[in-house]
């Protein structure tokens, strides 16, 4: 039997996760790592690999609570909270924007900032930004297509481009409220984003 570890990995792996939120990759040392964690070097290396191991695996987590977290607040069915696919469409893109705005400081969301900053030279971060964002897309468009079932939405109109376009809208406002852009200008962008898409006007609200 392996002795017991001296820390719980969950916390050891949010204090990190939040410290390469806030100095990035390139400007998080594992002597940082170290000080943040209280653990030597040793144990972060026998525990959870390299810095570039340990990056990975805090990001992954990350990317699949956000999916995770994003396909609960769409959910349909009896439990839903909202009934309407467009109506929880809606409130789900508003609740982020919301929260968006309403950071203080402003760090946005830990999958815009992983793609930016290390993506373009790490493959195995670039394939799990890739896999989150896929997923959400597939996660809006499959609200989109339930709303286009029960009447809400145009047969015509492409879900898997509007699950893109609702996941194009969610990294802009992501970004632009790191410039202290107004947080109700934000919600409003949110609705408007949600009102283009195309409905048969003969839905009623079910919210």
Not at 42 to 49: P, Q, T, W
Not at 66 to 94: I, N
Request: with cysteine.
């Amino acid at each position: 039997m392996g002795r017991k570890r001296g820390f719980d990995e969950a916390v050891v792996l949010d204090v990190v996760r939040n410290r390469f939120w806030a100095t990035g990759y390139a400007g998080t040392s594992t002597y940082d790592l170290m000080e943040a964690t209280g653990l030597g070097k040793g144990s972060i290396y026998k525990a959870f690999g390299n810095k570039n191991d340990l990056y990975v695996r805090v990001f992954s987590d990350y990317c699949q609570a956000l999916v995770a977290e994003a396909r609960k607040e769409l959910r349909g069915g009896p439990e839903a909270v909202v009934p309407s696919p467009m109506a929880r469409l809606e409130r789900y893109l508003v609740s982020i924007a919301s929260a968006f705005a309403a950071e203080s400081p402003h760090r946005g969301c830990f999958l815009t900032k992983g793609t930016v900053d290390v993506a373009s030279e790490d493959e195995k971060v670039a394939q799990v930004a890739r896999r989150a964002f896929e997923s959400l897309a597939d996660i809006f468009a499959a609200t989109i297509r339930e709303a286009q079932e029960e009447g809400e939405v145009t047969d015509d109109a492409d879900s898997s481009v509007l699950g893109y376009l609702i996941l194009s809208v969610i990294r802009g406002i992501d970004s632009i409220a790191k410039a202290d852009i107004d947080g109700t200008m934000l919600e409003r962008a949110a609705h408007t984003a949600v009102a283009l898409i195309p409905r048969t006007g003969t839905s009623s609200e079910k919210d």
